[in-house]
């Protein structure tokens, strides 16, 4: 079993940046993939943000083309954390964020792919 637990939403202005951090539970941290999702009000789930655990070569994360340029993803596998960070947010950008593992390693962009999920945090950007 592994917990999750999401904290940095909040509400900005169009522009603005926030910084979601996940902590996570387990001794195998470093192995798992980690995402990020979201979903907003009327709308499915929808992949962010993805950070590959360490057996996998390549291109360890990747990014949805919504976020690319504005989003990093990053993780310190120390402390069990991953990160989102999010510049130059818009009023789409608004909506409940969550974290998630996948053991696999992968970080695939579907949701099923993913074993755990935390509690989600809002992130809400004014116009």
């Known amino acids: 079993q592994v917990q999750l637990v999401e904290s940095g939403g909040g509400l900005v202005q169009a522009g603005g940046s926030l910084r979601l951090s996940c902590a996570a539970s387990g001794r195998t941290f470093r192995t798992y993939a980690m995402g990020w999702f979201r979903q907003a009000p009327g709308k499915e789930r929808e992949f962010v943000a993805g950070?590959?655990?360490?057996?996998?070569?390549?291109?360890?994360?990747h990014y949805a083309d919504s976020v690319k340029g504005r989003f990093t993803i990053s993780r310190d596998n120390a402390k069990n954390t991953v990160f989102l960070q999010m510049n130059s947010l818009k009023p789409e950008d608004t909506a409940v964020y969550y974290c998630a593992v996948d053991h696999s390693g992968s970080a695939q962009t579907t949701a099923d792919e993913y074993d755990y999920w935390g509690q989600g945090t809002q992130v809400t950007i004014s116009s």
């Open positions: 950070s590959q655990g360490i057996n996998w070569s390549g291109d360890s994360t």
